[in-house]
C-alpha cells in the first residue's frame, strides 16, 4: 500500500510516494519552469516563408513560433516517407489564417517556439490523435502477436455505437499490461479533453491558450495514483478543491482517497521527507548492515558501487559480500526511482565467486526494478563482473532540477592545493618580469595561499624577488575560488 503526499506552493509542488514509511518516488514541478510542449494554441499566421518552406505563428507570446511545411497536418494525405512530393508551405496557409496549432518544442535562445497542426493528447495509457483514425502500437511493446491482440482490443473499445469519428490512439508502453477498463476511461478522458479543446477553438480569438498538459497535482491523479493507492493527502485547501473537482469529472476512482491535509506539521515533515530528499542529493547512500553505495552521474552514463563498509555480521566473508549485494540492489532499486536517474546505469557490486549468489542478486534486483513504472532493460553480469542497464529518461534527474554545477571546482569535484596556486604564481609573476618592468609586483589571492608564501614558500618568494630585481608584496582578498589569483603590476 502507498501514500501519496504533496507539498503545494504557489511557485512550486512538491509530491512524494510513500511505501512502508520510505519515500520511493519524488516529482516536483516549478511554476517558472512548466515548458509549453504539449500546449494547444488558437494561432494566427504572420508571415509565410515559402524560400524556407515554413511560417511564423502568432500564439501570443514574446515571439512568433515557427510553423515547418513537415509538420502541418494535411487530411487525407499519405504518411511521410513514402514517396510522396510535399505540398509547398504557399498551398497550405496564409498570411492572417487562424490555424489550432500545438507547440512541439519550446523556445531556445532567439529561436521562437516549434509547432505544428498535428494535434496529440496524452493520457494515462494512451496518447490520443483526433485527426487521424488508426490505432498506432508502441515500439517498445513485445512480441508482434501480442501487438495484434491490443490493436483488437483497441478497435473494439474505440467504436463508437452512432458511427461517429472516433479518432486515432497510440498505446503508449505502460498500456501492454492495461484492462479493458482502464483503457476504456483512458479512451473517455481524452475524447472529453479534446471535445472541451475543440470548442473553445471555436469561439476563442487568435493567442488564446486552449489547452495545457495537466498540472503535476492533477497528474497525481492520472498516472500517479492506482489500485495500492491508499490515500492521496495535499496540504493546500484550494488545489484539493481543484483536484476533487478534476477527478470528478476524469478520474472517478481515486476521488475517494483524496485527503486535505490539516495538521500544524509541514505535511513533508510526516515522514522525514525533506531529508530524504538531501540524502537523495549525496554520493553516499549508506546501507542498514553497514554496507554504502557511491552513486555518480556523469554526463554519458550513471555508475553505482558497491562496498562492504563495516558489515561484518555473515559467518564467512562470501556470505558477508552476498547479503551487503543483496542490501544493496533492493536500495539501488529504489534510489533509481527517488532520483529519477536516467540512461545507461553501470553497477559494480562485491565480486562473488560463487554463480548462485550472482544470480540471486540479479533476480532480485530485477525484482526490485519490476515496481518502477519507468521502462527497463537489465543485462546480466559481464566478464568485468558489472551489471549493464538502462532507466528511460523521462525527465530531469532530481539532482539536475535541484543542483548546478559548484562555481568553485566548476563540476570537477576537486580544486588545486594552496601549494599549486602559490607555484602557478610565482611561474606567472616570471612570465611577466620578461615583458614588463613595473616597480612592484602584487600579488593578490586567496588567504590560505598568501599565508604558504608567507611561510613554506617564503624562501622560494625571495629567491624569485631577488632574480627578477623586482620587490613581490602579497594581499589576502577573500575570493569564491582558493585557485583565483590576480597580479597587479604597481
Not at 506552493?9 to 520511493?24: D, F, H, L, M, Y
Not at 517558472?32 to 494554441?41: A, K, Q, S, T
Not at 506539521?265 to 531529508?275: E, K, Q, S
Not at 521502462?375 to 549493464?388: A, D, N, R
Amino acid at each position: 500500500m502507498q501514500d501519496i503526499l504533496i507539498n503545494w506552493a504557489p511557485q512550486e509542488t512538491r509530491v512524494a510516494i510513500v511505501e512502508n514509511g520510505a519515500v520511493q518516488e519524488l516529482h516536483i514541478e516549478r511554476a517558472l519552469e512548466r515548458g509549453l510542449v504539449g500546449n494547444i494554441y488558437t494561432g494566427r499566421v504572420a508571415r509565410v516563408l515559402p524560400g524556407m518552406q515554413s511560417a511564423f505563428v502568432d500564439i501570443g507570446l514574446e515571439r512568433a513560433a515557427f510553423l515547418h511545411v513537415a509538420d502541418v497536418h494535411v487530411s487525407g494525405a499519405p504518411p511521410r516517407g513514402d514517396g510522396a512530393q510535399q505540398v509547398p508551405i504557399e498551398r497550405l496557409v496564409f498570411e492572417g489564417q487562424t490555424l489550432m496549432v500545438q507547440v512541439i518544442k519550446d523556445a531556445i535562445g532567439t529561436k521562437g517556439a516549434r509547432l505544428s497542426t498535428q494535434i496529440s493528447i496524452a493520457g494515462r495509457l494512451l496518447v490520443f490523435l483526433p485527426q487521424d483514425d488508426h490505432i498506432g502500437i508502441s515500439q517498445k511493446i513485445g512480441s508482434p502477436e501480442l501487438r495484434e491482440q491490443l490493436r483488437a482490443r483497441m478497435n473494439r473499445l474505440a467504436a463508437t455505437s452512432d458511427g461517429s469519428p472516433t479518432g486515432g490512439f497510440i498505446l503508449r508502453t505502460n498500456a501492454e499490461d492495461a484492462t479493458d477498463e482502464e483503457l476504456a476511461d483512458d479512451i473517455a478522458y481524452l475524447r472529453k479533453s479534446w471535445a472541451s479543446v475543440r470548442e473553445r477553438g471555436f469561439s476563442s480569438p487568435p493567442g488564446t491558450l486552449l489547452y495545457q498538459d495537466l498540472s503535476l497535482v492533477e497528474r497525481v491523479l492520472r498516472d500517479l495514483a492506482h489500485e495500492a493507492t491508499g490515500a492521496i493527502r495535499i496540504d493546500s485547501k484550494m488545489q484539493y478543491d481543484i483536484l476533487k473537482a478534476f477527478g470528478e469529472e476524469y478520474t472517478p476512482g481515486s476521488v475517494a482517497k483524496l485527503e486535505h491535509y490539516k495538521g500544524e506539521r509541514p505535511i513533508f515533515d510526516l515522514f522525514n521527507i525533506d531529508a530524504e530528499i538531501a540524502k537523495a542529493l549525496a554520493r553516499r547512500v549508506d546501507l542498514k548492515s553497514g554496507g554504502y553505495l557511491i552513486i555518480d552521474q556523469t554526463e554519458a552514463l550513471t555508475t553505482i558501487d558497491v562496498n562492504t563498509g563495516g558489515f561484518v555480521g555473515a559467518r564467512n566473508f562470501d556470505d558477508t559480500i552476498f547479503k551487503t549485494n543483496l542490501e544493496a540492489a533492493q536500495a539501488i532499486a529504489r534510489q533509481l526511482r527517488l532520483r529519477n536517474l536516467g540512461g545507461i546505469i553501470i553497477i559494480d557490486f562485491i565480486d562473488m565467486s560463487r554463480e548462485e549468489h550472482q544470480n540471486a542478486v540479479l533476480a532480485e534486483l530485477r525484482k526490485q526494478l519490476s515496481r518502477d513504472r519507468t521502462k527497463i532493460t537489465v543485462s546480466g553480469f559481464t566478464q568485468l563482473g558489472l551489471v549493464e542497464m538502462t532507466r528511460k529518461r523521462t525527465r530531469e534527474s532530481l539532482a539536475h532540477m535541484l543542483c548546478q554545477p559548484c562555481p568553485v571546482c566548476e563540476g570537477k569535484g576537486q580544486v588545486k592545493t594552496a601549494r599549486s596556486v602559490c607555484y602557478d604564481i610565482l611561474r606567472e609573476i616570471l612570465r611577466e618580469a620578461r615583458q614588463f618592468n613595473p616597480k612592484e609586483f602584487r600579488v593578490i589571492a586567496s588567504a590560505a595561499v598568501v599565508e604558504m608564501m608567507l611561510d613554506e614558500e617564503s624562501q622560494h618568494l625571495a629567491g624569485l624577488s631577488d632574480f627578477i630585481g623586482k620587490p613581490i608584496s602579497l594581499k589576502a582578498e577573500p575570493f569564491a575560488s582558493p585557485e583565483q589569483y590576480d597580479i597587479v603590476l604597481m
